[in-house]
């Protein structure tokens, strides 16, 4: 992920191993990660069972809120693929009968968007 494009805040991908190696004590047995970003100080990784923000706080980042949403709590999703003069996808999530997104997350166009579609699809729709 390239500096400017996470100060405009877009996420990149992250490797599994690093996730795993950072965030592994998360985890539940049977617990898998599938994809994770980061963006600037925050991460987000989607395992098997459910969803993981990570939201490092102050200036040091050593405050760390982990927010776990599982996937049946998630009524609608949606991505916006880059376009030709975009920066950055989009994605969009709804939580329960909220009327606005939840969580909006923004990709730097070397993230292919289908495959976090892909993995919402997969677990959202059982």
């Given amino acids: 992920m390239g500096l400017f494009s996470a100060l405009l805040g877009n996420a990149g991908t992250v490797s599994q191993e690093e ?30 069972k459910r969803l993981i923000l990570v939201d490092k706080q102050g200036l040091t980042g050593s405050k760390i809120e982990y927010k776990s949403i599982s996937y049946k ?9 880059a376009g030709t003069f975009d920066l950055d996808a989009e994605l969009k999530i ?33």
């Fill in 94 to 126: 709804w939580v329960s009968s909220e009327q606005i997104p939840s969580i909006k997350k923004q990709f730097n166009k070397s993230v292919n968007v289908y495959d976090v579609h892909n993995v919402l699809a997969t677990h959202v729709l059982k």
């Fill in 19 to 48: 996730l795993q190696k950072d965030y592994g004590k998360l985890l539940i047995d049977g617990e898998e990660i599938e994809l994770g970003f980061k963006l600037i100080r925050d991460t987000f990784i989607f395992t098997n």
């Fill in 73 to 81: 709590s998630i009524s609608r999703f949606s991505i916006e693929t």
